[in-house]
């Protein structure tokens, strides 16, 4: 009576597999795909279709299209980007093109400033050409405060002194 039942048991029906995506923006949602057109001053509205073709023909933003071949921009290079243009390089691939496109458009949106990478510029004559070369350089930070502890010793090291001093 057992035995039997695996041959009357239904087969689990196939899902249909989905289509491969042609590029980025196709994985975007609307909504991301909007603020793109937002942030590279092109019309933002109609379809996700419609946007996704502005997107491509557009020549600030195509380059950020396609997938999989020779000519598509990773995570990397887009990174390296940021870095050229001292943008913050942290986040998803989304939020670096969006950055890019907001700072070579002047597009950012009202009460948001971009947050810039923590350098600053460090004009510099080159010895060769002798021309003035300007350089992004890290900040230096400042060294944290002491911890409670540290000063408490220094403190008490400072009044060991003084008292050494006053009795001699």
Not at 6 to 23: D, V
Not at 45 to 70: C, V
């Amino acid at each position: 009576m057992f035995g039997f039942y695996g041959m009357y048991r239904k087969k689990a029906s196939k899902k249909p597999k989905k289509k491969p995506k042609n590029n980025w923006f196709e994985r975007l949602s609307l909504d991301q795909n909007k603020q793109l057109c937002k942030a590279a001053k092109l019309r933002h509205g109609g379809t996700k279709k419609d946007l996704i073709e502005r997107l491509l023909e557009n020549e600030q933003t195509s380059q950020f299209g396609p997938e999989g071949n020779f000519f598509s921009l990773n995570v990397d290079a887009i990174k390296q980007l940021c870095r050229a243009r001292n943008l913050q390089v942290s986040g998803q691939k989304f939020d670096l093109v969006l950055r890019i496109l907001h700072c070579d458009n002047g597009t950012a949106p009202e009460g948001t400033t971009l947050k810039r990478a923590a350098t600053q510029i460090v004009s510099e004559v080159d010895a060769a050409t002798g021309q003035v070369v300007e350089k992004h350089v890290p900040k230096k930070r400042k060294k944290a405060a002491p911890s409670a502890s540290k000063a408490y010793t220094r403190v008490q090291k400072k009044i060991e002194a003084v008292r050494q001093k006053k009795y001699q």
